[in-house]
């Protein structure tokens, strides 16, 4: 009835592979993923990026690519307190705050009309809301975010502003097979990082499955997306 765990094979997680093999214990090494920029679809929107009212960046990388393109631009991003920012997740907003943009909405539910009813709330009662929005997500990423805010009244322009390669994709098949088949317990999560690239990975039904997390970042993440995560004890 030993505890059979699965982790990315990442720097990060060196200590607790390390400390797993010392104790014995079963575990699957997740190959760790790649992500690049999607530059053509993006660069027709980076001249006009002032004209829009809203961004709304649905995680970390989003922001990372974004920040990447502009500064190759010779982009001032003090030029973005123009413009009111939506984060998706605590985690995007503080990836953001590295940067000295402030978000005026954090969402914290993965939830598209629950997304949208905050942004309505914010802006109740202007006389002239401001509708112009920039929603920037993985390029293959399945939303209905953006369904949802042009129902609302919203103008989108939708951006697949970066991509997750899929390398090693026999691994992850395999990987895949026995998580369904229920030969792992439980995912360690050490970075809010490594949960968007298991979601793209395996696209599984998150709540059938039990996680651990190493810091309250990763913790938050799961949160919001209606899990129910513990703290990895590595005794």
Not at 56 to 83: A, G, H, K, P
Not at 112 to 127: A, D, F, L, Q, W
Not at 204 to 225: A, R
Request: with cysteine; charged share 25%.
């Amino acid at each position: 009835n030993e505890t059979t765990y699965a982790l990315f094979s990442t720097p990060l997680n060196k200590k607790i592979i390390a400390n797993l093999e010392s104790q014995g214990k079963r575990f699957f090494l997740i190959p760790k993923f790649e992500t690049e920029s999607v530059k053509l679809e993006f660069e027709s929107i980076i001249q006009d990026v002032l004209n829009f009212d809203w961004i709304v960046f649905s995680d970390i990388f989003t922001v990372e690519y974004f920040i990447e393109v502009l500064q190759e631009n010779d982009f001032d991003l003090y030029d973005l307190d123009s413009i009111r920012i939506c984060s998706i997740g605590e985690a995007t907003a503080d990836r953001l705050r590295f940067s000295e943009i402030h978000s005026d909405i954090i969402a914290s539910a993965f939830d598209s009309e629950k997304i949208v009813r905050i942004i309505e709330n914010y802006i109740s009662g202007e006389t002239s809301p401001n509708l112009n929005t920039l929603l920037l997500k993985e390029f293959s990423e399945k939303s209905d975010l953006a369904e949802k805010l042009q129902d609302a009244g919203f103008i989108v322009s939708e951006s697949g502003i970066y991509q997750i390669e899929k390398k090693q994709t026999s691994e992850i098949t395999r990987l895949k097979a026995i998580l369904l088949g229920g030969g792992i317990d439980e995912v360690i999560i050490s970075d809010p990082t490594d949960f968007i690239g298991f979601r793209f990975l395996f696209d599984v039904h998150l709540e059938n499955l039990k996680f651990s997390v190493t810091n309250d970042l990763s913790f938050q993440m799961l949160q919001e997306f209606g899990l129910n995560p513990k703290f990895y004890n590595q005794k």
